[in-house]
């Protein structure tokens, strides 16, 4: 028994030693509990929407009061043209507008009917489905306390328009969350193995006693691996247009220009994980659940980033997918041009240069 405690008592100090190993162990639980427990979720809360009132009277009053209790919906400022609420939807500052035309309630008093207008951003369809349900379920309880207290049965209609997405078609949401996680993961596994397979193989050495310079090493690791992932770039354009039917709306150049940033951003993370690892199946692992988990919760793909907790969606400020992300919806979707995307691109250059600039000051010239 005392050599079996001895030999415990060894493994416990070995696997306390490897930092590395038990922030595996410790931290991947934690942080796959947290994404998924807050994350996760079929809720669509704080839905930034605006409510157009032409009628002005006792009705449209008292369903926009009920709107703006529920947690489901923000308010925004009050919008009076059709110009300004297009302008809204294709900036992505609003997920639904919904509209009383004149004489809302006199119509309602008169005829027993009204109609109001909701319109809604389905270039997400999941998401455009939701907060229509919500509304309409806070128009139907309305309904029923109108019915409750008058006479006459009073009915208010809400008339669903969809934008961008008819026909809630899953493949305009599919397309770019697809694109922006082939691509990250592709990048960073292909790459985050360059590096660390020539320690295991032992030709490291041949590499740095070599002419070139460090610099020159990255970029021959890293121009291959460009060459392949432009390609599914395309393979996936042109399979999207075949297949789905799922033009590109906007600039094709504009959007090239903004995929191949985003391609440059994944290899300098897979570069950054390949010099940082010891082995190639830890620079594997490393990149697949290091940047899948981040790239499938926290994009807007799966699930709306609003919805999460602060925490969680300043943490995904930090994930390039999400930039990419918007990038190819206000694209491909949107038919939208550099003047609606200039930030999320100038935001995933800066993180090229910090990531690559990183990665060039740890290439270790020496080896240990």
């Known amino acids: 028994m005392k ?3 001895v030999f415990i008592k060894k493994e416990f100090l070995q696997v306390f030693r490897d930092k590395r190993s038990l922030l595996l162990l410790f931290g991947l639980p934690i942080a796959q509990i947290v994404l998924f427990g807050f994350a996760l979720s079929n809720e669509v809360k704080n839905s930034k929407i605006v409510v157009v009132d032409y009628s002005k009277d006792a009705v449209t009053s008292q369903i926009i009061r009920k709107i703006a209790a529920s947690k489901y919906f923000n308010i925004e400022q009050s919008m009076q043209s059709a ?9 992505g500052a609003i997920k639904m507008a919904v509209i009383f035309p004149a004489n809302f309630a006199l119509n309602l008093q008169h005829t027993g009917k009204a109609s109001m207008q909701v319109i809604a951003d389905a270039s997400d369809p999941n998401v455009a489905t939701t907060v ?14 109108l019915s409750s207290l008058s006479a006459q049965p009073l009915q208010i209609v809400p008339e669903v328009q969809m934008m961008y997405n008819p026909q809630l078609l899953g493949a305009p949401n599919f397309i770019p969350g697809v694109m922006a996680l082939v691509l990250m993961l592709v990048c960073t596994m292909m790459t985050s193995v360059a590096i660390v397979k020539e320690k295991e193989l032992g030709t490291m050495e041949i590499l740095l006693v070599s002419p070139f310079k460090p610099l020159y090493i990255i970029i021959a690791k890293l121009t291959p691996n460009l060459f392949i992932s432009i390609i599914n770039y395309f ?11 799922l033009q590109v709306k906007g600039s094709l150049l504009l959007l090239t220009f903004c995929s191949i940033l985003f391609i440059l951003t994944s290899l300098s993370i897979g570069l950054l994980i390949s010099i940082g690892a010891k082995t190639q199946q830890a620079a594997m692992m490393g990149s697949l659940m290091g940047m899948m988990l981040p790239t499938m919760l926290l994009t807007g793909f799966l699930f709306p980033v609003e919805n999460m907790p602060i925490a969680l969606q300043w943490l995904a400020n930090f994930v390039p997918s999400r930039w990419y992300f918007i990038i190819v919806k206000q694209i491909m979707l949107k038919g939208l041009g550099i003047a609606s995307v200039w930030k999320e691109t100038l935001i995933l250059l800066g993180m090229c240069v910090l990531l690559f600039t990183i990665s060039l000051k740890k290439f270790k010239i020496r080896l240990q």
């Open 132 to 145: 229509v349900n919500y509304v309409t379920q806070i128009v139907n309880s309305y309904n029923g306390q």
């Open 83 to 91: 110009d300004q609420l297009q302008a809204a939807f294709k900036k």
């Open 235 to 245: 393979i996936i354009i042109i399979l999207s247009a075949v297949f789905l039917d």
């Open 3 to 5: 050599q079996l405690i």
